[in-house]
């Protein structure tokens, strides 16, 4: 006697898998990467190194996290520039020189015939204080690696566009001081800069919320420089 299967029969078995009845679906071909040009990794490099010194400093600032940044090698960033110090000079010191001469052209071409001399220098000085709010994070960079890294890149000193201000804002002065002066233009232009500066770049700490709004705190730093020029010639004083 002929045992039977346990396992019912499938009435409708499946084909075997026939490879050339399975259409593959056509993969699209892949597009080749699109390579930087150098313009392009430059300014990548140039934009990342700016962030990173602002957010760590010169000494905390390291090749390897800016080329990340930039989304490039290290070794490719060692092809633009040689040292950490090269690159800062070109990313935070050239940046900041650039923007001051082209702060210092446009004051050439503003001064407004009719204006007062008070008015005029009003308006000196706001745009003085838009300039260096808007480069705060890079004048703060620069100030911090020359004070407290030892052979670090070329200081505020050496900017020839802050020099210029400087020679250009005493020469102004001079032509409207009398020679009796308490103090020279070439040291009073230097004060009056320091002053907008430090409550512009400390402005946090100087001024706590509450105590004034943005346009009294402008009006202050404007009529205290004014004031302590114009007292610079008043011999009454």
Known sequence: MTAKSSAPEDPSPMPPNDASKV???????KRPRKRRTPEEIMERLLGAASEIFAQNG????????IARRAGITEAQLFRYFDSKAALFHEAVFKSLNEHFVSFNTRQLGSEQDGVGNRDQARLYIDELSSFLSENAQMLMTLIVAQTYVEGNPQGVAGIDGLREYFERGAAMMARRLSDE????PELMVRVSFAAVLGCVMFKDWIFPPGLATE???RAAINDFVIDGINANHDPKL
């Open 23 to 29: 259409s593959a679906k056509p993969t699209a071909p």
């Open 215 to 217: 346009e009294d705190i």
């Open 58 to 65: 010169y000494a905390g600032a390291t090749t390897s996290a």
């Open 181 to 184: 002066a308490k103090v020279a």
